[in-house]
């Protein structure tokens, strides 16, 4: 029984390190009132596989979410409590949680325990002032030491990511973007451009039309360098109407004019 109730506390123990917390990196985008929305309840998890884990990264985005930041690492498995203790410490109100097993490691637990010897003595001896009459003993004599008795136990270890979320704030033109790769170069022609990896719902981007794999080629005539120069241009038009995008698709090149939505901060303005 004390084997088992030292067994149970060293893992307990280690349960308390919570690795979700101790791998965490931030994306770069911190969570403010000014562009990502409170948090409206309960912190939800969902669970994946990792070859799914890029996958619903993109559906996330797609619904509105902004990826503030991730936590990777090899070890025995998390549970929904750290990653919630995260997720409120960093803001976020979304995890995605994806998950492979790599292996089986066997190891030992050292219990050492008291080992106490107790020896009885007992004889006789003949007292030679007492008319060679024999005299009784008894005694016991106790060693004090310790051993150690070693515990096998299995650990089942897991490449393990959680990428957390935060309600992205609605407003702006609604595109993600990365630079072009060497082919799509040679596709449009041109070192410069952006392609497009996700349109969020509902945007501005979204209801005009553009979609996910078109080429962004330039805004209001200024021909998009690579996707930071994008991002710097859509910056300056948030609010603005009819703003010519021109973008490449499917060997066309075509030219739309998008109104982008302003920021809504109205839930920030104090109440009369």
């Not at 070890?75 to 960093?90: C, F, I, N, P, T």
């Not at 930071?228 to 021109?246: C, D, F, N, S």
Request: aromatic share 12%; net charge neutral.
């Amino acid at each position: 029984m004390r084997a088992l109730l030292s067994m149970f506390l060293l893992l307990a123990l280690s349960a308390c390190v919570n690795n979700f917390d101790k791998y965490y990196s931030a994306n770069g985008t911190t969570p403010t009132p000014y562009n990502t929305l409170p948090p409206s309840g309960e912190i939800k998890i969902i669970s994946v596989s990792q070859k799914k884990g890029k996958e619903t990264l993109y559906k996330m985005l797609e619904n509105g979410y902004s990826y503030i930041g991730n936590s990777s690492f090899n070890g025995e498995l998390g549970d929904d409590s750290q990653l919630k203790a995260v997720a409120k410490k960093v803001g976020a109100e979304l995890v995605v949680y994806a998950t492979a097993m790599t292996d089986k490691e066997s190891k030992t637990f050292a219990l050492s325990t008291p080992d106490t010897q107790t020896t009885y003595h007992s004889g006789s001896f003949n007292d030679y002032s007492s008319g060679y009459s024999p005299t009784y003993y008894s005694g016991t004599s106790t060693t004090y030491s310790s051993k150690t008795t070693y515990i096998p136990y299995t650990v089942t270890n897991y490449d393990q990511e959680a990428m957390f979320f935060a309600k992205k704030r609605p407003g702006g033109l609604g595109l993600y973007v990365r630079d072009l790769t060497k082919e799509q170069r040679k596709q449009v022609n041109s070192n410069m451009g952006a392609f497009v990896t996700v349109v969020v719902k509902d945007s501005s981007a979204f209801r005009a039309n553009i979609m996910q794999d078109d080429i962004l080629l330039g805004i209001r005539d200024v021909p998009i360098k690579d996707a930071q120069h994008y991002v710097e241009l859509a910056r300056k038009e948030i609010g603005q109407k009819k703003v010519p995008i021109t973008f490449w698709r499917d060997g066309e090149i075509y030219t739309l004019y998008v109104d982008i939505d302003d920021y809504d901060f109205s839930d920030l303005k104090p109440q009369s």
